[in-house]
């Protein structure tokens, strides 16, 4: 099999960009920075709830938690830096909150503006690439569920719906034309490779793909678009969801069919795992195949427990991918 270290396209590293939210998109990075200095991360900035919707209330400032998740993903420093970024206060009035998220909210003031305090920011963490948000406009998310219920504000879908139990026919923005950075429309036009996901589906990976700018430029892009399946159903978002649900809801809210390659699971996860969970695994079905058969399906194990919760091991998807796309790049060059 090919792979490298770093693949090099002429005399650059790969240009990377991947869309999503905070805990699937920074666990991508932690791999993917292995393998280029040229990552581009887009990050929604709906969140309105714990640390973040608390200082977006207060200060008036976009959520900085995604952000700075990704931030910490992408850093090269000590690991007390990490400990200290991800540190949440126990007592009195910061308790439950990130000392990152304060870390951002004092960048921000400092600056005044959310953009160039994010890129300073990074400077200090010496990442490896840039964190953008999808917007810099405040943005409210959405959501229509069956029976003409509607939801407003991030962490309202997800916990209302655990309740409610309704199926979610789409989600939106207000406003619903906000403009993305100039640099975020170029890095996708730009990019090779394009990674969507992992991440809560509705609240945060299609947030993104709702700017149109955004959809716009993931239309008109050359690069190789990878959607990475979440590996269980979330409670309040996808139960009983499988591969063909994902795509499908994509699409519908992209307005644009630009997926080339999925990305599943195939590890068999523990029953006793699984039972700790409200939901369930997601596996490639037949059913899946038949309504897919357009796109290439990419079959891998690619699950670890983080504590009690499974994640995407960031290694072994970011070597798959990166030696996946290696193979066809090889195909060209030898045509």
């Not at 990878?226 to 590996?231: A, G, K, L, Q, V």
């Not at 649900?245 to 999925?262: C, F, G, R, S």
């Amino acid at each position: 099999m090919y792979h490298t270290e770093t693949l090099n396209i002429g005399n650059r590293d790969l240009n990377i960009v991947t869309i999503g939210g905070g805990t699937g998109n920074s666990t991508i990075l932690k791999g993917l920075k292995k393998y280029s200095t040229n990552i581009t991360t887009i990050v929604t900035v709906a969140d309105d709830g714990g640390g973040s919707g608390k200082l977006r209330e207060d200060l008036g400032i976009l959520p900085p938690g995604d952000i700075r998740a990704c931030l910490i993903a992408l850093a090269n420093t000590e690991p007390a830096m990490e400990t200290l970024m991800n540190y949440r206060f126990r007592e009195g009035i910061l308790k439950g909150q990130s000392f990152g998220n304060l870390f951002l909210a004092a960048m921000i003031d400092i600056y005044g503006d959310f953009d160039i305090a994010v890129k300073e920011a990074g400077d200090v963490l010496a990442i490896t690439g840039k964190v953008l948000p999808m917007t810099l406009e405040d943005v409210v998310l959405y959501a229509e569920l069956e029976g003409g219920i509607t939801l407003k504000g991030e962490s309202n879908i997800t916990e209302k719906n655990k309740k409610l139990k309704k199926r979610i026919k789409k989600v939106y923005i207000e406003p619903n034309s906000p403009k993305p950075l100039d640099e975020t429309v170029e890095d996708i036009k730009n990019a090779d490779l394009i990674i969507i996901g992992p991440g809560s589906l509705y609240t945060s990976i299609i947030p993104n793909l709702l700017v149109k700018d955004i959809a716009k430029a993931l239309r008109d892009t050359k690069a190789k678009i990878y959607y990475i399946c979440n590996i269980m159903t979330q409670e309040g978002e996808t139960e009983g969801y499988g591969v063909y649900d994902h795509v499908k809801a994509i699409n519908n809210h992209l307005e644009y069919d630009v997926i080339d390659k999925i990305v599943v699971n195939n590890d068999i996860i523990p029953r006793e795992i699984v039972e700790k969970y409200h939901t369930s695994p997601i596996y490639l079905t037949d059913y899946d195949r038949e309504k897919l058969s357009k796109y290439k399906i990419l079959t891998w194990p690619c699950y670890y427990l983080y504590g009690d919760y499974i994640r995407h091991d960031a290694d072994r998807i970011s070597k798959y991918i990166i030696d996946d796309f290696n193979k066809d790049i090889v195909k060209i060059y030898n045509m």
